[in-house]
């Protein structure tokens, strides 16, 4: 195909097909094999031909497993024919595969998905599939959550001896505001860390999503891990005067949630 008539913006993975905002889905890499029936590929892309020609998309979205890294049991071969519309400015293709019993298809490995568009490869998401059991609001199977703290900084967080853990922020000096939250692991096995830092203004609208993934290595149950997350910029002026919160999110279960204000001074 012509590219003059894409570029290729982003290709993710979900398993909770629900709609969100502006027609979004809870996109993911890491997964419990328990928790899904099937999996949902979107792949996005611009139209370049916008307002100037109606065009068909032809391709293949196509799932493996992965087997020492590479590309072993196929899982999915998905066939794409869209019709694309001159006044839409970007292409959204969702297609997914699975069985209706949850676990019954999905199973526990390292998986890579690869969009094509008449046969020539566009875009390439690896994600991962857990086997110890969903996170829900009363187990977590992998990890405790032992700590949360915020502090403020630069684009560069300062060194731990040199934090200043605050449960209000001085808006006139504040440039990042980071979250330090420690785990400790649960498991003797290798396992994949994905958490979503998500804050929010008090009137609920969503002010940053932030992602952190780690790949936990085995043999190292009861190990602590420590992990920052920040938003904000270096010149100080991003955080107005106001109350917030802010939300761990992991496997789409909320493991954290803080609320912080930020006003004319520091409070420890």
């Not at 199973?107 to 994600?127: R, T």
Request: aromatic share 16%; charged share 30%; hydrophobic share 35%.
């Amino acid at each position: 195909m012509d590219n003059k008539l894409f570029k290729f913006r982003d290709l993710k993975i979900y398993c909770d097909n629900n709609s969100l905002a502006q027609d979004a889905r809870f996109y993911r890499t890491v997964f419990d094999s328990s928790e899904i029936n099937y999996l949902y590929f979107e792949l996005t892309l611009f139209n370049k031909a916008f307002d100037s020609q109606d065009w068909q998309i032809n391709g293949h979205i196509r799932c493996h497993k992965l087997k020492d890294g590479r590309k072993d049991k196929e899982m999915a071969n998905l066939e794409i024919t869209n019709k694309v519309a001159k006044d839409l400015n970007i292409i959204t293709v969702r297609e997914g595969w699975g069985m209706e019993k949850k676990g019954s298809y999905w199973e526990k490995g390292n998986y890579i998905v690869s969009a094509f568009i008449e046969d020539k490869l566009v875009g390439e998401k690896s994600f991962y599939i857990e086997g110890d059991g969903a996170i829900s609001p009363t187990l977590n199977p992998y990890f405790r959550l032992d700590s949360v703290k915020l502090f403020n900084g630069s684009y560069s967080p300062p060194n731990f001896e040199d934090r200043k853990y605050l449960k209000k922020f001085n808006w006139a000096t504040t440039q990042y505001v980071w979250v330090e939250y420690k785990i400790a692991n649960k498991l003797n096995t290798s396992w994949n860390f994905e958490c979503f830092i998500n804050f929010y203004e008090k009137s609920g609208l969503q002010k940053s999503q932030l992602r952190k993934y780690y790949l936990v290595q085995p043999d190292k149950k009861e190990f602590s891990y420590t992990f920052d997350s920040g938003w904000g910029h270096d010149k100080t002026g991003t955080w107005k005067p106001g109350e917030y919160s802010v939300h761990l999110v992991c496997m789409g279960i909320i493991v954290a949630a803080l609320r912080f204000e930020v006003g004319d001074e520091e409070i420890e």
